[in-house]
């Protein structure tokens, strides 16, 4: 438990060469900012990052990781400092909505241990950061029904501090939401998605470099994805692997005409799209086929 001096809320900004996105990102949360708000900058970057945010930003807690590092990874080491009864994680290159944070607050009541909100794609976007936005943030693309849901993304989340700690084990090396919100709903656990909670994908992280996160994390979600003793799945998701770009495909094409908003910019970024849908695929191929040469528990 936290004690009564302790931050109601603690939130973490995973910093990946976001120079460019870092300041529009934390002028808006220090907009909303209080005393009992806490504001932690993660960053392994290459580009300045994190001596713009020391310069700019003096006020927010910035940790500096010298050691190449994934998204979760940065996540885990903020939430490892933190001290807020509420856990808020974010990334650089998302620019929360002015009323972000009371969102949280108010959406994050009984009987939900954990939140996740909508995130919309910025005017200025490139078709680059539209094929990101596809392939990544599609499921969270306005206008859709507050519900009850099995996963929700991390780039604009909360969780209860309280209903976090049974699963320090699973996410201390690296907060993959995946994992950590399928042990929650495992042990009844409930987790909402409300439209009320906004956040906007500010600037992409480029055709290479997201390609090389999306190879990254497709290779972590095929190795971790079975137990060991299902071996033979493995096999037949190495077989059924071609499809994965179907799939992919199918779903992003659904929402966007459930939705009907931006048809014509999902057209116009399919090329990009495809690009980054293959990375995954490769990476999770790969990563099956890892899970069964090096087994995940030892």
């Known amino acids: 438990m936290t004690d009564d001096k302790s931050p109601k809320i603690s939130i973490i900004v995973a910093s990946k060469n976001g120079r460019q996105t870092v300041e529009d990102c934390l002028l808006s949360i220090e907009k909303q900012k209080d005393r009992s708000i806490e504001i932690i900058v993660v960053d392994q970057s290459i580009d300045g990052t994190s001596q713009f945010v020391e310069n700019r930003f003096p006020d927010?807690?910035?940790?500096?990781?010298?050691?190449?590092?994934?998204?979760?990874?940065?996540w885990s080491a903020g939430i490892a400092v933190s001290s807020g009864q509420i856990i808020a994680i974010t990334i650089a290159q998302f620019v929360p909505a002015c009323n972000w944070i009371s969102s949280i607050i108010k959406s994050l009541q009984p009987p939900y241990s954990a939140v996740?909100?909508?995130?919309?794609?910025?005017?200025t976007a490139s078709l680059c950061d539209w094929a990101l936005y596809f392939c990544r943030y599609s499921n969270y693309m306005l206008p859709f029904a507050k519900r009850e849901v099995n996963d929700m993304a991390g780039d604009n989340a909360a969780y209860i501090r309280d209903a976090l700690e049974p699963y320090k084990g699973?996410?201390?090396?690296?907060?993959?939401?995946?994992?950590?919100?399928?042990?929650m709903i495992k042990d009844g656990r409930k987790i909402l998605l409300t439209p009320d909670i906004v956040a906007v994908h500010k600037k992409s992280f480029g055709l290479i470099s997201f390609s090389i996160q999306r190879f990254s994390h497709g290779y972590h979600y095929g190795k971790e994805r079975f137990p060991d003793q299902m071996i033979i799945k493995r096999f037949v998701y190495i077989l059924a692997s071609p499809l994965i770009p179907f799939v992919h495909f199918s779903r992003i094409l659904q929402r966007v005409l459930q939705r009907g908003r931006y048809k014509i910019k999902l057209a116009l970024s399919l090329p990009v799209l495809f690009v980054f849908i293959m990375y995954w695929t490769t990476g999770e191929f790969c990563g099956y086929i890892s899970g069964i040469a090096e087994p995940t528990n030892r």
């Open 170 to 183: 699973i996410f201390e090396k690296g907060f993959w939401e995946t994992k950590v919100n399928a042990a």
């Open 60 to 74: 927010v807690r910035l940790i500096k990781l010298s050691r190449p590092a994934l998204i979760p990874e940065l």
């Open 116 to 123: 996740g909100g909508a995130i919309e794609n910025s005017d």
